[in-house]
């Protein structure tokens, strides 16, 4: 029997300030201490920013939606070429305090599939399977913006996702602000970036009545970039996107999540990085006590790069103590992680990838499945994929898709073909 954390009208008990400390310390060393890499800020260009710079698609994404070094230091400028640019496209309305733009900037992506699988439930006809309305510009000549719409999410509106300010190179320095609802994991490997029609299993995983993973929430990310690293540290409220409490609160504890996140580029063909993540559920099962979660995650990731061929690590370790959230304390532990590998063949549009997810999740009292990968199947203690097919470019922004899945777990195989286009 899984439970829902609710929020609780009863006193909380704040947490003591020495083990909280401690906590936070091993986050500062966990990102501090690791290896550092360089990468940019992570912001997803639009199909709006080529008609803007009149330039291809490609300049940013190849093949799209992957970035390219251009596109991730274009978004990392805050959506222009430069961070120094002087405003462009915008109307002379005689008021020096107000870059107002002359069009605004709008796009629209739309994803399709037929799938087949084996698990008895026959050929899906998933079009359209997405459709999203994108904006993202300047605002001024440090503050930005973006966001998207799912207007059409597997057959219902999906509404806001990622929406957000972004202020950048403070005080004249390496230092960005990015402040609204993002997905945690986008300074490792950006979820909306992928080619695959399999997810990034370990940001989706939750465990337990826990609610916080590595994909939506709401907070504040700084981005410190001294080169050759990139220092991302994050709080945010640890309950993901849902809708706010009859309270009008978006935040259902008293308390806020951390994460940390160190990278850079060892060699020309090598880039590593750290995480740790902190963080803190409060709540209770129906009319019972008040009860609490503490979550820690760490993890490395890893970019491989050698002409053609590009591949991608990730391996995260979560603990929680009590994510059942019961007076009986039992701590879960979960490992997992994903390798990517994607080939691009000369001539820029066909592609071959594939992606193994697997994660583990064991729990000696807990006495139920707890791992949760919000990928259409039931809670359990693994889950564990397979995934490899090929891409066309049948032009820079409309792409199609074969991939052949494998649930290694279940035992079912899955058969998609798919196009998606932005434009």
Request: with cysteine.
């Amino acid at each position: 029997m899984s439970h829902s954390v609710c929020r609780s009208s009863a006193p909380r008990s704040q947490p003591p300030a020495a083990r909280y400390s401690q906590r936070l310390t091993t986050i500062a060393l966990a990102a501090f201490l690791s290896l550092p890499t360089v990468t940019q800020a992570e912001v997803t260009p639009i199909p709006a920013f080529a008609r803007k710079y009149k330039v291809s698609c490609r300049l940013c994404h190849n093949p799209a939606p992957t970035q390219t070094d251009f596109g991730g230091t274009f978004a990392g400028n805050g959506f222009r070429l430069t961070s120094d640019e002087a405003p462009r496209d915008t109307i002379d309305t005689g008021d020096s305090l107000l870059e107002l733009a002359a069009d605004l900037p709008l796009a629209i992506r739309l994803d399709g599939y037929v799938v087949g699988s084996t698990d008895g439930k026959g050929t899906d006809i998933q079009a359209p399977y997405n459709l999203k309305i994108l904006s993202g510009g300047t605002i001024s000549s440090k503050l930005s913006y973006y966001l998207y719409f799912f207007l059409f999410e597997r057959g219902e509106v999906g509404g806001i996702e990622d929406a957000y300010l972004y202020v950048n190179d403070i005080g004249g320095g390496p230092v960005d602000l990015i402040a609204g609802q993002f997905q945690v994991s986008d300074p490792m490997f950006k979820r909306e970036l992928r080619l695959e029609y399999d997810d990034y299993a370990i940001y989706r995983a939750r465990v337990g009545a826990q609610p916080a993973d590595l994909t939506y929430d709401r907070g504040v990310t700084g981005v410190i970039s001294p080169d050759p690293i990139t220092i991302s540290l994050t709080v945010v409220n640890g309950n993901g996107k849902g809708e706010a409490e009859p309270d009008r609160r978006l935040d259902n504890d008293a308390l806020k999540n951390f994460f940390g996140h160190v990278t850079g580029s060892v060699t020309p063909y090598l880039r590593l990085g750290a995480m740790a993540y902190f963080g803190r559920q409060e709540g209770q099962i129906g009319a019972g006590p008040e009860l609490k979660n503490d979550l820690f995650m760490i993890g490395a990731d890893a970019t491989v790069s050698l002409s053609e061929l590009e591949v991608n690590l990730q391996y995260i370790h979560r603990s929680d103590d009590n994510p059942t959230f019961t007076t009986d304390e039992n701590t879960a532990n979960t490992n997992g992680g994903f390798i990517e590998a994607i080939y691009r063949f000369p001539g820029e549009r066909w592609y071959a990838l594939g992606l193994w997810n697997y994660i583990y999740t064991s729990c000696g009292g807990c006495g139920l499945p707890l791992l949760d990968a919000r990928l259409g199947g039931p809670p359990g203690d693994r889950y564990h994929t397979l995934s490899g097919g090929a891409g066309y470019m049948v032009r820079r922004n409309v792409r199609l898709l074969g991939e052949l899945g494998w649930d290694i777990e279940q035992e079912d195989a899955r058969v998609v073909l798919g196009i998606s286009a932005a434009y």
